[in-house]
């Protein structure tokens, strides 16, 4: 995971590390700024997954100080609960695909971490806590947009139990709260944020975002190609829900019970309105993730019921029994999952990820070795962010604003031997081409044409191999994603 090449949607992202400090807002793009200026701490530029793998771990810490803080019997049984939130979330196959060089595994963290500070606060209330929630909210801004939606159920959540049980002076501390929290999101989205959202994002993510009428078709759609990355039968799934809201409520949690219940209506809201993509796998990533928590409170409640009911008739004690209820539960659940634990990125019948399956890292650094000065390098504009990135000798010039999903381009000007192509259709496959053998022709004799592609998908595989129809080509290394010369047939 941490010395795998970058991949297309992660390697914009590395290479904004290399740009300077003052261009971070607007190379952030898409990205939380504070998430930029996280990796922009790793010494080494070829280990930034550090970075979401850190996250992974707070998710988990998060998780069991979840489950932990509920009000149990005994703080054994707090221990088993906490111990069963947290391996919900670290079994999760979901989990085991994460591995972007993106914020998705901080909105994980950060959702998970307001449930458990909402949670903290009606354990006891006090000013302070209620002020550690708005504190979050304004730190978790910075590394992840979905604060943006968490905090709103949180907070509503908060005013919605405090307005039913008549507690009149803590309903205005709480809407002040709520207020602050509020200012603080729209400055940091308006200031920062909105920048990342553009009309070739919007047109990007345009199939996340159905109409009220291809509502219900779409959550199927979309539940059924979760269902894996779940790891468990919808029905079952829904049960573990269900019983992890009764157990909240059955704890005194009703303010928590009711913020994990409006996420889901929110994030469908959202989706609706063409504000937040729907159940897509990488940005809902938090919901997952929550989903499981609230799962694995489930499981624990589920089996500290059963240890109360029969802990005397076994004469055992029911933390015991409750922490081996847990452990076959969620054994069970392991056991059904056991091929995720062992995925590579690349597994035949399961699964593939981007990053197992592009390399423009060795493409990049083969012809800066066996490349002659005066060769031509033509490639696809998706490995265009990757061979700059990997290109650690040669000077990159930030070009802002750029009509792509990112916003933002570089150029290198001391490559005059590099020809990118723009388009993705066999039209501009094809003039990209005869610019690049036109470049070596002018360059001398004996000039070779190297060409290098990244992340070809859809429709734009086709399209290359109609351009190249008309070409000699010559495949010089193996690998996912080889390196040929190409010269006229």
Not at 254 to 276: D, F, K, Q
Not at 288 to 310: P, Y
Request: aromatic share 8%.
């Amino acid at each position: 995971m941490l010395t795998a090449p970058y991949w297309l949607d992660e390697a914009w992202v590395a290479l904004s590390v290399r740009l300077p400090l003052g261009d971070l807002p607007v190379t952030t793009s898409s990205s939380p700024l504070g998430w930029s200026f996280l990796l922009r701490l790793v010494p080494d530029t070829d280990y930034l997954r550090v970075v979401p793998l850190v996250f992974h771990g707070l998710a988990v810490v998060a998780a069991y100080a979840f489950g932990r803080s509920l009000r149990w019997p005994t703080p054994g049984r707090g221990v088993v609960a906490g111990g069963a939130c947290a391996v919900a979330v670290l079994l999760l196959p979901a989990q085991q695909v994460r591995h972007d060089l993106k914020q998705y595994t901080a909105d994980a963290a950060v959702a998970v971490g307001l449930l458990v500070l909402l949670s903290w606060t009606e354990q006891r209330w006090s000013r302070r806590r209620l002020g550690a929630i708005t504190a979050v909210v304004a730190v978790g801004m910075l590394v992840s947009h979905v604060t943006a939606i968490v905090a709103p159920c949180v907070f509503g959540a908060l005013l919605l139990t405090t307005a039913i049980q008549r507690q009149w002076q803590r309903l205005v501390e709480v809407a002040l709260a709520a207020v602050n929290a509020a200012l603080i999101i729209a400055a940091v989205y308006f200031g920062i944020s909105a920048r990342g959202r553009n009309e070739a994002m919007q047109q990007y993510w345009a199939g996340s975002f159905p109409s009220l009428t291809e509502l219900p078709a779409y959550l199927g759609r979309q539940m059924e190609t979760l269902t894996p990355l779940i790891g468990a039968p919808t029905p079952v799934v829904a049960g573990l829900l269900v019983a992890g809201a009764v157990t909240l409520t059955k704890r005194d949690r009703r303010a928590t019970m009711i913020a994990v219940s409006l996420l889901p209506a929110v994030a469908v809201i959202l989706g609706v309105m063409g504000v937040y993509p729907l159940l897509e796998l990488r940005t809902s990533h938090f919901l997952l993730v929550t989903a499981a928590a609230v799962a694995g409170i489930g499981v624990a409640g589920l089996a500290d019921l059963a240890a109360t009911l029969t802990g005397r008739r076994l004469r055992a004690r029911p933390t015991v029994v409750a922490a081996a209820l847990c452990a076959v539960l969620l054994g069970a659940f392991a056991l059904g999952n056991n091929r995720w634990y062992r995925f590579d990125g690349n597994t035949s019948g399961l699964y593939y990820t981007a990053v197992a399956v592009t390399d423009i890292r060795s493409a990049t650094r083969y012809v800066a070795t066996h490349r002659a000065p005066n060769d031509v390098i033509v490639m696809n504009s998706a490995a265009w962010y990757g061979f700059a990135f990997y290109s650690e000798g040669d000077p990159i010039e930030l070009v802002a604003p750029y009509g792509n999903t990112v916003g933002w381009w570089v150029e290198m000007p001391t490559r005059s031997d590099v020809v990118v192509v723009s388009g993705r259709d066999t039209v501009a496959i094809r003039g990209g081409l005869s610019h690049a053998l036109e470049l070596a022709a002018r360059r001398g004799a004996g000039a070779r044409v190297w060409l290098i592609r990244s992340h070809v998908v859809g429709e734009e595989v086709d399209a290359w191999r109609a351009a190249l129809a008309d070409y000699r080509v010559e495949q010089v290394t193996d690998g996912v994603e080889p390196i040929t010369l190409i010269s006229k047939g």
